[in-house]
């Protein structure tokens, strides 16, 4: 089976520019989680999705949003990006039937200037 | 709630040494509990899970990790490391049953030194 993509990979963007993240799952997969990877935070938990449903939410501000499509790929949109935002993130899929692993994508590299 | 600590934030260890990465967690009943790998500049990869019966799981990449109920922990371990090695290690666990929120600790960056 093919692993998770993420698209694309290395992104730069300005300060109050938004932008959106791709991710697709492995197929069979329906669940859908994000995170978000910095030196100083370290991984945290943006949302998970789950048949086109979002069914859990950390603790990021509304600016951070997300969803889910029939296929289960999924895509995560930033708005308003602050030079905080900048950060690699991560997309994994799960097949959502209660197992807790999760496979993880290479990530796309956010940089915002 | 349920929590992940990883008490190492950097190990350093020789090549062909054994390795033993700490990992505690908090949850109050059986937990699923992962070690999940990090290549700088790529995404985790799964190591090794543990759901139930036999405490002692084997992984990828020759790693074990062992389940100590008593002890809140589950420890990575590794005979003898290779250079390849180096990497960062989150440990994370996830409740059981249902729908599984996944808690990741902080990692433990490992540096192999020859």
């Known amino acids: 089976k093919a692993g998770v993509t993420q698209t694309p990979r290395y992104l730069i963007k300005t300060r109050g520019q938004q932008v959106t993240l791709s991710c697709s799952p492995i197929s069979g997969h329906r669940s859908v989680s994000w995170y978000q990877q910095t030196p100083g935070q370290g991984l945290q938990f943006l949302f998970e999705?789950?048949?086109?449903?979002?069914?859990n939410k950390g603790n990021f501000p509304g600016r951070f949003s997300g969803r889910q499509f029939s296929n289960s790929r999924s895509e995560m949109n930033v708005s308003t990006l602050e030079l905080g935002d900048s950060a690699l993130y991560l997309c994994?899929?799960?097949?959502?039937?209660?197992?807790?692993?999760?496979?993880f994508g290479p990530g796309t590299r956010l940089t915002v200037t | 709630a349920q929590s992940v600590t990883q008490p190492d934030i950097h190990i350093t260890v020789s090549e062909g040494a054994s390795l033993e990465l700490r990992c505690n967690y908090s949850y109050g009943a059986t937990p699923y509990l992962f070690w999940y790998v990090q290549s700088p500049g790529q995404g985790l990869q799964l190591l090794l899970k543990?759901?139930?019966?036999?405490?002692l799981v084997q992984g990828i990449k020759g790693f074990e990790a062992e389940f100590k109920r008593s002890q809140s922990s589950f420890n990575l371990r590794k005979p003898s490391v290779h250079w390849s090695d180096a990497a960062e290690y989150f440990c994370a666990v996830a409740q059981s049953g249902g729908y599984q929120k996944v808690t990741f600790g902080t990692g433990t960056k490992l540096q192999v030194i020859p």
């Open positions: 994994a899929s799960s097949p959502g039937t209660g197992s807790g692993e999760q496979y």
């Open positions: 999705y789950f048949s086109e449903t979002q069914r």
């Open positions: 543990y759901f139930s019966g036999d405490t």
